[in-house]
């Protein structure tokens, strides 16, 4: 009986130990990915954008899922300080860090699309909720 319990418990720790993750790092892996993948697609709707509307929906599009991501961003950002050093991260972590890294400098070079159809009403505007949505991330 002592031995069914000790296997019993063992299978338990074994279950609890997968349904909560591999590794230390897992939300900040996810946290990175879902960066990458919605700015990815954001320059690409820029790229395909062919108006003043296209650009402004892409805009909107964006500041809409980066504000969702904003407060899961700020508390990897408290929960893992040593990130910030880029030392002794495990590699997916590593990777996925300069996989964003790359992202952001991707968006920045996007803004010259944006920058085409500044004076339209809509962009102006969706600049403007952008603009405000990034003074909100470094709060």
């Not at 909560?20 to 697609?41: P, R």
């Not at 690409?44 to 991501?69: C, I, P, Q, W």
């Not at 339209?120 to 952008?130: I, R, S, T």
């Amino acid at each position: 009986m002592k031995k069914l319990a000790g296997v019993l418990m063992g299978l338990m720790v074994v279950t609890v130990l997968f349904a909560c993750g591999q590794g230390k790092y897992d939300d900040a892996v996810k946290v990175n990915e879902d960066f990458i993948k919605m700015t990815e697609k954001y320059i690409n709707d820029l790229d395909n954008a062919h108006s003043g509307a296209d650009v402004a929906r892409a805009m909107n599009d964006y500041t809409e899922k980066f504000e969702e991501l904003i407060p899961k961003m700020n508390e990897i950002h408290k929960k893992y300080p040593e990130m910030m050093a880029d030392k002794d991260l495990p590699e997916k972590l590593k990777e996925t860090n300069e996989k964003a890294r790359q992202a952001g400098v991707k968006l920045a070079s996007s803004f010259m699309k944006v920058m085409k159809y500044m004076t339209d009403p809509e962009v102006m505007e969706a600049h403007k909720k952008f603009a405000r949505t990034m003074q909100e991330m470094n709060k």
